[in-house]
């Protein structure tokens, strides 16, 4: 089955950039959608379609996907980006296609 | 307002069963398709199962299959999730989620807990 890698952990300053990455074989050719939760919350899609953005999501959030890694970039990092942060695909060659990465907790300094 | 609101979970001996439900608002339910996926205690989200928006494909992950059964009915804009022979690993709060178009989930209901513990 398809295995998503990411860092457990991550941490930035205020005001910096944090890159979260999310590792897995060829993932460049898949779609990524990034989602971030909280403490006690629900996981919230902040990234999909490895660039796109819901409405609401400041643009403070991107990401980006190319061959065997796909990343999400959060810039001008604020207390409140601290969470947990997780990357999705779908793998369709699959009978259990629905596939999540480790996940990575992003500390603000 | 859209709204995804799961109920039915609680604290279930190893061996028993437990039936969830989604039950959705705000948005036309029966052409969405619908997936159920967990996190167990201080872990990361596990997907656990999917289905169609007519209910004609399912798919369930490899911990589940075989015990765990995913419906739906589109006249009560409900999603179910039949939990049978229950283990201490399955402990976990129970999230439903819609599918986007290309396999996004969004929105998300807040979450039911599953205790399963003698």
């Known amino acids: 089955s398809y295995v998503l890698t990411q860092p457990p952990s991550v941490s930035v300053a205020p005001g910096q950039t944090a890159r979260i990455t999310c590792g897995g074989n060829?993932?460049?050719?898949?779609?990524v959608h990034w989602y971030q939760q909280k403490p006690g919350q629900a996981p919230v899609l902040v990234v999909y379609?490895?660039?796109d953005r819901p409405s609401g999501i400041p643009e403070r959030f991107s990401g980006s996907n190319s061959g065997n890694t796909a990343t999400l970039t959060i810039s001008r990092v604020e207390a409140g980006d601290e969470a947990d942060y997780y990357c999705q695909v779908w793998d369709s060659s699959s009978d259990h296609p629905g596939v999540f990465g480790t996940g990575t907790k992003v500390t603000v300094l | 307002e859209v709204q995804l609101v799961e109920s039915g979970g609680g604290l279930v001996q190893p061996g028993g069963s437990l039936r969830l439900s989604c039950a959705a608002s705000g948005f036309t339910f029966s052409s969405y398709e619908m997936n159920w996926v967990r996190q167990a205690p201080g872990k990361g989200l596990e997907w656990v199962s999917y289905i169609s928006s007519s209910g004609s494909t399912i798919y369930y992950a490899d911990s589940v299959k075989g015990r765990f059964t995913i419906s739906r009915d589109n006249a009560k804009n409900s999603l179910y999730l039949q939990m049978n022979s229950l283990r201490a690993e399955d402990t976990a709060v129970y999230y439903c989620?819609?599918?986007?178009?290309?396999?996004?989930?969004?929105?998300w209901g807040q979450g039911t807990l599953v205790t399963v513990s003698s």
């Open positions: 379609d490895d660039s």
């Open positions: 060829n993932i460049g050719s898949k779609s």
């Open positions: 989620a819609a599918s986007g178009y290309d396999w996004w989930f969004d929105p």
